[in-house]
C-alpha cells in the first residue's frame, strides 16, 4: 500500500461495518492516525484494533453525532490527542422512509436529516479551526461520503435523495466558504457497493423473485461500464484519495466511484 496519508490524523465519523471499516483500514494502511467516532462503543474498539494492527494510533471517541455537546467533545479530544486534524469524513448516515415524496413521513425525513445534513455541516464548521492552514502544513480537507442515489428518481428513493441532495449543496458551499482557509471540501458518491449488507439484499430480492444471487449482482452490474460493482476497500482508497495531498489542488467536486454507471 502506497502511504499516501503517512502521519495525517484523519477523524472518521460512521464506523460501520463495509465501507466505514474500509475506510479507517486503508487509511491506516495509507499511514494515517484515526479518530473514530459513532455511537458504539464495542465497533469502535474493533476498528481501533485493526487501526493499531497496522501500526497507527487510534482514538475512540464515543459519540452521537447529532448532538452539539457530543460533537464538540469529539473535536476537543481529537485535537487534544494529536494536536491536529488533517482530515474528516462525514460517512455515518441514516435511511429517511423509503417512500414517495408526496406521502413521506416528515418526522422520519427530520431524524435522517440530522444525521445526514445538519451533523456534517456542524462536525466541519466545528473542525474548521484545526483543519485551517498553517505555516507548516497544507490546509485540511473535509470529505462527504454521499450517493449515486443523487441520480436516481425512483419514488422509494426520493426521502434519501433529498437528504444526499442536500449534502452535495453542503459540500459545495463550505468548498467556497472555507476555501480561503486552505481547506478543501469534496464528496464521493458510490452506488452500490458490493459488501455485506447488500449481499443480503440480493439474497432477499433472490428469494423474493425466484432468481439466484449470481443473477441479481448481474442485473445491478449491468448498468455499469465495467459490468460489476465496487468493494469498499475500492471506495475506500478513491475516498482517500482526496484526503491525500495529490488532490491538493481539488476542492468543490463529487468523485463517482461506481465502476462507471453514471456519466456525462
Known amino acids: 500500500m502506497v502511504d499516501l496519508l503517512t502521519d495525517k490524523v484523519v477523524v472518521l465519523s460512521g464506523v460501520g461495518p463495509g465501507l466505514g471499516r474500509a475506510l479507517g483500514e486503508e487509511a491506516a494502511k495509507m499511514g494515517a492516525d484515526l479518530v473514530l467516532a459513532s455511537r458504539t462503543p464495542k465497533r469502535l474498539e474493533k476498528m481501533a484494533e485493526v487501526v493499531r494492527a497496522h501500526g497507527r494510533r487510534a482514538l475512540v471517541v464515543p459519540t452521537d453525532i447529532t448532538d452539539e455537546d457530543a460533537r464538540q467533545a ?4 481529537a ?6 486534524v488533517d482530515c474528516l469524513i462525514n460517512n455515518a448516515f441514516g435511511i429517511p422512509p423509503m417512500d414517495p415524496l408526496t406521502t413521506l413521513d416528515l418526522d422520519g425525513l427530520r ?21 485551517a492552514q498553517t505555516d507548516d502544513k497544507p490546509g485540511g480537507s473535509v470529505i462527504m461520503v454521499n450517493s449515486c442515489v443523487l441520480y436516481s428518481s425512483q419514488p422509494e428513493y426520493a426521502g434519501y435523495k433529498l437528504s444526499k441532495g442536500a449534502l452535495e449543496h453542503l459540500a459545495s458551499s463550505l468548498a467556497t466558504e472555507l476555501g ?4 478543501r471540501v469534496n464528496s464521493v458518491a458510490p ?6 449488507v447488500n449481499k ?7 428469494s423474493e423473485t425466484g432468481r439466484t444471487h449470481a443473477e441479481v449482482y448481474a442485473e445491478k452490474a449491468a448498468p455499469t ?6 468493494t469498499p476497500d475500492e471506495v475506500a482508497r478513491a475516498t482517500l484519495f482526496l484526503a491525500s495531498d495529490l488532490a491538493s489542488a481539488v476542492t468543490g467536486q463529487i468523485l463517482n466511484v461506481d465502476c462507471g454507471e453514471f456519466h456525462a
Open 74 to 77: 469529539l473535536v476537543d479530544a
Open 79 to 84: 485535537v487534544a490527542e494529536f494536536g491536529k
Open 111 to 131: 431524524t435522517a436529516n440530522e444525521t445526514n445534513v445538519f451533523a456534517p455541516l456542524r462536525l466541519s464548521a466545528l473542525f474548521a479551526d484545526a483543519l
Open 180 to 183: 480561503p482557509r486552505g481547506i
Open 191 to 196: 452506488s452500490y457497493i458490493y459488501e455485506d
Open 200 to 206: 443480503a439484499y440480493f439474497d432477499w430480492i433472490a
Open 225 to 230: 461500464d465495467l459490468k460489476r460493482l465496487a
